[in-house]
C-alpha cells in the first residue's frame, strides 16, 4: 500500500525556537496531505489540509502564522511550528489519506522545554 | 455534541472475553467508517472499514447502522495483544471536508491474564 514517510520522529527543542517537520508520500503523488495534532489521552485533530500549489487550509482555532505548512511538490509537505512554546508539545501526525484506508505518516512527537 | 463520540472506558478485560465498543457520529452525510487502532505513542493504524451490512475479520466484527447514526466494533476470544485505543473514524467525502478524517476520542482496551 502507500507509504508516508515522516521526520523527525522525535524533537526536543528549547521555547522560542522553531522546528520542521516533513511528511513524504515514497510511492505515489500526494496532492493534499492532512496534519493533525494529539494530545496526550486524546484524539487526533485535524489542524490543516495541505494542498500543492496553492495555500493550505486551517481548521479552526489552528494559527496559520504559527504553524506554517508548506506543500511545494507533489510527494513533500512541511509543518513548521513557529516560536514554540511549551503547550505546543503534542504528537503531530501527517496523512495522505483521502479514502481511510489509513496512509500515516509515523508521527512526530514534539517536546518544548 | 462531538461529531464522532465513543464512550472512553478504560475497558479491563481477561484473555478470552468478548468485549464491545460504541460510536456514534453526528453528520449524516458521512460517507465511510472505519475502525483503527492505535499504540501507546504510535500513529493510527486501519483495523477494518465498517459497512452497513456488516463485516467481520477473524475475531473482529463491525457492524454501521445509518439509521441511528451509530457504529460497533466487537472483539471475540480477546488477547493480550488486543490492548490498545481503538478509535472510531468518519470520512467526509464531500464539499470542503473532502478527506477529512475526524477521530473519535478513543476506547482504551487493557487484555490481562
Not at chain 1, 511528511?23 to 494542498?51: G, I
Request: glycine share 8%.
Amino acid at each position: 500500500g502507500a507509504v508516508v514517510s515522516q521526520h523527525p520522529s522525535r524533537v526536543i527543542c528549547k521555547s522560542g525556537t522553531s522546528v520542521k517537520i516533513e511528511c513524504r508520500s515514497l510511492d505515489f503523488q500526494a496532492t493534499t496531505m492532512f496534519w493533525y495534532r494529539q494530545f496526550p489521552k486524546k484524539s487526533l485533530m485535524l489542524m490543516a489540509t495541505s494542498n500543492e500549489g496553492s495555500k493550505a487550509t486551517y481548521e479552526q482555532g489552528v494559527e496559520k502564522d504559527k504553524f506554517l505548512i508548506n506543500h511545494a511538490s507533489l510527494t513533500l509537505s512541511t509543518l513548521t511550528v513557529t516560536s514554540a512554546h511549551p503547550e505546543d508539545s503534542s504528537f503531530y501526525i501527517c496523512s495522505a489519506d483521502l479514502t481511510g484506508d489509513g496512509t500515516f505518516g509515523s508521527g512526530t512527537r514534539l517536546t518544548v522545554v | 455534541r462531538k461529531e464522532v463520540e465513543q464512550d472512553p472506558g478504560p475497558f479491563n478485560v481477561p484473555e478470552g472475553a468478548t468485549v464491545a465498543f460504541n460510536c456514534t457520529y453526528s453528520n449524516s452525510a458521512s460517507q465511510s467508517f472505519f475502525w483503527y487502532r492505535q499504540d501507546c505513542r504510535k500513529e493510527p493504524k486501519l483495523l477494518m472499514s465498517v459497512y452497513s451490512s456488516g463485516n467481520e475479520d477473524g475475531r473482529f466484527t463491525a457492524q454501521l447502522n445509518r439509521a441511528s447514526q451509530y457504529i460497533s466494533l466487537l472483539i471475540r476470544d480477546s488477547k493480550l495483544s488486543d490492548s490498545a485505543t481503538y478509535l472510531c473514524v468518519v470520512l467526509n467525502a464531500g464539499g470542503t471536508s473532502y478527506g477529512k478524517l475526524t477521530f473519535g476520542q478513543g476506547t482504551i482496551l487493557t487484555v490481562h491474564p
